[in-house]
C-alpha cells in the first residue's frame, strides 16, 4: 500500500510541466491560459470570464481554499505599506475591495491615534491656540486619505462595491473600471500602487509594471502580493497536492465551477518565480526592489520604488 | 472508451499552435477527467452540499456521479442485454425541447404517456431542458447511460403519478434507488425523508415506500424503454408492461 501511495504522490504533484512553462511575457501572439495555450486576445477574454463567473463567491472561496489565511496575507501587507494619514493609493485589480477596506481601517486608527496625540498636546495650550487650532484641523477621520480601486472586471467591482456599501465604507473610496495594461490615470497622481493577487492575470506583465511606474509619484512605492514559488520541495509536492487535487474539488463544490479553480492553480505555475518578477520590476526604473516570502514562498510581496 | 484518470498535467509539446484543450483525456464534451482522489473528494463535498441544501442541484447530480462506478456498468449491461435497451444505447435518443414535439404530445389523448407527460411538466413547471450534463463520468458511453437516467427522471414522475414535491421526489429516490442501485439514489431515499414533517413520513412509511419498492422489485429495467417511440401508448398499459403497480 505504501509504493501505492508513494507512486500516487509523486504522478499526483509530478512539476514536469515546468520543463515546458512559459512565462508571462508574450513572445509572439501565443500565451498561456493556465495550461493551454491562447493567443494574447483569447486569454484576456477567457480571464475576464473566469472573474465574471466566480465575482459572487470570490470572497468565500479565498476562505475556503486558504483557510483564512489570505486574510493574513493581506493585513502583512498593509503593515509593510505603513500609510500615514494624506496617503493616496491605487489599488489595482481590487476588485473586491479587500486591500481598500484594510487600508481605510489602518489609516483611520493611525489618525485616531494622531488626533488623540494632539489632543493630550492641547490640554497645555492657551484658550487662543485651541481656538486657533479648530479652525485648521478638520476633523477628518481619515486625513485626507484616499484610496481608488481599480478593476478590470465590471462584475467584480459591483461585488466590491456592494460589500463597501454592507460594511460601511464610503468616505475616500472611489471605484475605477480600467485596465493595468492602460490605466485611465495622469502621470505622477498617486503615492503608493498595490497589486493583491492580480497582476497573474494580466496579460502583459510588462506593460503593467511600466503603467504603474507611471501612474506612481517621485518617491512613490510599487507592492505586488502574489503567488509565488515554493523552493522546498517537500512543501513544493504537498503545495502542489493540495492545489491540483484539492482546490478544483472546492470550486466545484462550493461555486459550481471546477474550471476557473483548475485556472487558478495552473496559472499560479505559470507566473514567474520572485527573482524573475523582481527583474522584471527593476527593468521597468524601479529601485531598492526587494521580495518577501510569505509561508514559504507560497506568497511573495515585492516592493519597489521610483525615485 | 475508458480513459485514465487525469493527474493535471499538460499534453501536447509538439508545440502544436492555436488552442489545446485542457481536456488532454476528455472522452466527450463537458467532460473533466478527475483522479481517484478528487473524485473521492467530490463524493463526500458535494454529500455534505447536497443534504445541507437540496436545491443545488448540480451536487446531487456530481454525487450521482462519483458514485455511481459500479451502478453504471451494472446498467449500461442490462441495457445492453435487452432489445430495446441495445437500440437505445446505440442511438442515443435525447429528451430536450429540441428533440420533442411538444404540440403533438399535447395533441395526444388523455391518459397516453406523451400527454400525462406534457401536463406533468406543466403542472410542476419544470422542463427537460434543467438536466445537468455529465462531468466527471470516466466512460462517455456510462456518461449517456447516467445522461438518459437523468432526462427519464421526469417520466417516472408520470409512471408513477408522484409530484416534484418533496414528497414525491422522495417516493421516486426510492423506486429508481431499488431499479438502479445508484449509491446518489440510496442516499437521496435515505435522508430526503429528513426534511418532512411527521405527517407526510407516516404516510411515505406507511403505503408510498413500500409501493414504491414493491414496483422498483418487480418492474424490469425502466432505461429499457424507448419512451420516445411509446408517446402514444396509454400510461396504464406501460405500467403494466413494466410491472409497475398502481399507485395508491
Known sequence: ?307 | GKARPSHSEPRGRDGRGGEEEEGWHQLYPGHIPTSPLQKALLAAGSAVVALYDPYRHDMVAVLGETTGCVALPNLRDKMKNHPEGYHILQERPRIRLSTLDMARLQGLPDGSLGREYVRFLEDNKVSPETRMPPKFVDDEELAYVIQRYREVHDLMHTLLGMPTNMLGEVVVKWFEAVQTGLPMCILGAAFGPVRLSTRKLQVLATELVPWAIRSGLNASCVLNVYYEQRWEQPVESLREELGIFPPP
Open chain 1, 1 to 307: 500500500v505504501r509504493l501505492w501511495w508513494c507512486r500516487c504522490w509523486a504522478l499526483l504533484s509530478r512539476p514536469a510541466w515546468r520543463l515546458r512553462a512559459r512565462r508571462g511575457l508574450a513572445a509572439g501572439p501565443e500565451m498561456h491560459f493556465g495550461f493551454q495555450t491562447v493567443t494574447e486576445e483569447e486569454r484576456r477574454e477567457k480571464i475576464y470570464q473566469v472573474f465574471e463567473s466566480v465575482a459572487k463567491k470570490y470572497d468565500v472561496m479565498n476562505d475556503s481554499m486558504t483557510l483564512g489565511i489570505h486574510r493574513v496575507w493581506k493585513d502583512i501587507l498593509m503593515h509593510k505599506m505603513n500609510p500615514s494619514p494624506g496617503t493616496l493609493l491605487l489599488d489595482v485589480a481590487g476588485g473586491t475591495g479587500d486591500i481598500a477596506f484594510r487600508f481605510i481601517n489602518y489609516v483611520r486608527s493611525v489618525r485616531e491615534r494622531q488626533l488623540q496625540r494632539k489632543l493630550k498636546h492641547h490640554q497645555n495650550l492657551s484658550w487662543q491656540e485651541i481656538f486657533e487650532s479648530y479652525q485648521k484641523d478638520k476633523f477628518n477621520s481619515l486625513g485626507d486619505s484616499q484610496v481608488v480601486v481599480c478593476d478590470i472586471n465590471r462584475e467584480m467591482l459591483k461585488v466590491g462595491k456592494q460589500k463597501a456599501q454592507h460594511l460601511g465604507y464610503s468616505e475616500g473610496l472611489s471605484w475605477v473600471l480600467g485596465n493595468a495594461e492602460e490605466l485611465p490615470f495622469d502621470n505622477d497622481k498617486f503615492d503608493v500602487y498595490t497589486i493583491a493577487f492580480g497582476i497573474r492575470n494580466v496579460t502583459r506583465i510588462d506593460l503593467a509594471l511600466q503603467e504603474a511606474y507611471r501612474v506612481l509619484k517621485p518617491g512613490g512605492r510599487f507592492l505586488c502580493l502574489e503567488f509565488s514559488h515554493v523552493s522546498n520541495p517537500l512543501l513544493s509536492r504537498l503545495y502542489d497536492l493540495y492545489s491540483f487535487q484539492v482546490i478544483p474539488v472546492l470550486g466545484e463544490v462550493i461555486a459550481g465551477d471546477w474550471k476557473s479553480y483548475q485556472y487558478l492553480v495552473e496559472s499560479i505555475r505559470r507566473f514567474p518565480p520572485q527573482e524573475e518578477l523582481k527583474a522584471m520590476i527593476e527593468d521597468v526604473g524601479f529601485f531598492k526592489v526587494d521580495y518577501e516570502n510569505l509561508n514559504f514562498g507560497i506568497v511573495a510581496i515585492h516592493s519597489g520604488f521610483k525615485l
